[in-house]
């Protein structure tokens, strides 16, 4: 009897965070044009700690275009302004802060964690309902492992289990070793918005260079490079 032809993987999408929102008019302008440009599933918004109310109308002033464009909104913390922002979700980091969140997130809405610093710990967080783990963004002291510890995570994650691991990339070459390791997402931020060739530029070439670092790993036939 004929085996059944395994589906070809689909490279790792985009997933992209803002810098930190203090006035988003200008941002809220420019994202349909980024995300027409390149797959980006879902947008961090990442907000400067103000009142409460003002960081919920931030939210509100950046979701339709990133919602519209068919990518997820989530907030970086904070995941009691979620349902009222119209928001999709939420990014904790470390299992206690996903935990407290889960009650008033789930069903409905994606959790997202990281701050995992140990195996274990990303395997309680896949237990406990984490929609995905995150590998690799700087500790509170801005440190991270190197860029061979972070692709090691995310191939034992890829082999081993279920929720998706997304990869946070701070350059070119990581977000291609992050692909090639067997990331689903790969978190993109501050490099891309500080690019001098443009926000646009940058996730274009992003996206092209995830995508062929994929081909070249698992075999998609006929892409370049």
Same mark, same amino acid.
């Given at each position: 009897m004929? &085996?059944?032809? *395994?589906?070809?993987?689909?490279?790792?999408r985009l997933y992209l965070a803002t810098p930190e929102v203090?006035?988003?008019?200008?941002?809220?302008?420019?994202?349909?044009?980024?995300l027409a440009a390149a797959d980006v599933a879902a947008v961090l918004v990442r907000l400067r700690e103000t009142d409460q109310r003002t960081m919920i109308s931030r939210v509100k002033a950046l979701a339709p275009a990133i919602q519209t464009a068919g990518a997820a909104v989530l907030i970086d913390g904070y995941p009691e302004?979620?349902?009222?922002?119209?928001?999709?979700?939420?990014?904790?980091t470390g299992i206690a802060a996903m935990e407290d969140a889960m009650p008033s997130l789930k069903?409905?809405?994606i959790v997202g964690v990281g701050g995992l610093?140990?195996?274990?710990?990303?395997m309680a967080a896949g237990e406990a309902g984490a929609d995905y783990v995150l590998f690799g963004e700087?500790?509170?002291?801005?440190?991270?492992?190197?860029?061979?510890?972070?692709?090691?995570?995310?191939?034992?994650?890829?082999?081993?289990?279920?929720?998706?691991?997304?990869?946070?990339?701070v350059s070119r070459e990581e977000a291609?070793?992050?692909?090639?390791?067997?990331?689903?997402?790969?978190? *993109?931020?501050?490099?891309?918005? &500080?690019?001098p060739r443009g926000a646009k530029a940058a996730l274009i070439e992003i996206g092209e260079a995830v995508a062929q670092?994929?081909?070249?790993?698992?075999?998609?036939?006929?892409?370049?490079g």
């Open positions: 004929a &085996t059944k032809p *395994v589906p070809p993987r689909p490279a790792p203090d006035e988003p008019a200008q941002l809220a302008a420019d994202l349909p044009g980024l302004m979620v349902a009222r922002a119209g928001a999709d979700g939420a990014h904790l069903p409905d809405r610093a140990t195996r274990h710990d990303s700087p500790d509170p002291a801005g440190q991270r492992p190197s860029i061979e510890a972070i692709a090691e995570r995310l191939g034992w994650w890829d082999e081993l289990f279920e929720p998706p691991c997304v990869g946070f990339a291609e070793e992050f692909a090639a390791a067997g990331a689903d997402f790969v978190l *993109v931020g501050d490099f891309i918005w &500080t690019d670092a994929h081909a070249r790993t698992f075999g998609k036939a006929g892409a370049e």
